[in-house]
């Protein structure tokens, strides 16, 4: 439903840096987002985001629209694999888009 950078995260494990790609990396920076958004609401008295999905296709404004691209290939020089464009509005490629955050 949303769209973020998903190649090269750095990240320490077993005490040696290496990099991780795609929604291993990209989905922990968004929840850790969201978990942002939720402790300055909290701090503030108001309730929690809750079930995202209704918040996200209510406020498409939160997001920047990628318009050109596609998911097709996983590293450069690899076959295609089948995959999807990006266009405007949301589309499988990049969902919403890229969170204003």
Known sequence: DVSLAGHAYAMVVGGKWLTVDGTSASSPAFAGMIS???AERKAKGRPLVG????VLYASPEMF???TEG???C???GSPCCGGYEAGPGWDAATGL?????
């Open 97 to 101: 888009g890229v969170p204003d955050f």
């Open 51 to 54: 079930f995202l999905n209704p």
């Open 64 to 66: 920047r629209d990628i």
């Open 36 to 38: 942002l958004i939720n």
């Open 70 to 72: 596609d998911n097709r």
């Open 74 to 76: 996983a590293s450069y």
